[in-house]
């Protein structure tokens, strides 16, 4: 099934977080937090400012990104758990390695 956010939201995979500290300890799927970082999968056309003229978002599909813990809307599309929230909503764009080099 193909999904298409509407307006300015925008849909995201959360990215798997460690099962393991620093310290070599393995932490309970009970007792990990749900992680903050998430890979852009869709993108909404952007919304409208007061002249009528359609504003695109900032994020574009691919991007990884650091969103608010507690925002968006959690769905499920052909069994993956995916979640929905507002552009406003992610905090910002993590630049990879990769990225810089081929600017480089």
Known sequence: ????????RVLLRRLESDTKTAGGII??????EK??????????TGTRDENGK?????VREGD???????????VTIDGEELLVV?????MGIIESAKKKSKAA
């Open 35 to 44: 992680p903050a970082q998430a890979e852009v999968i869709a993108v909404g």
């Open 54 to 58: 359609l504003q695109p978002l900032d």
């Open 1 to 8: 099934m193909k999904f298409r956010p509407l307006h300015d």
């Open 86 to 90: 507002k552009e406003s909503d992610i």
């Open 27 to 32: 932490i309970p799927d009970t007792a990990k």
């Open 64 to 74: 990884l990104v650091l969103f608010s813990k507690w925002s968006g809307s959690e």
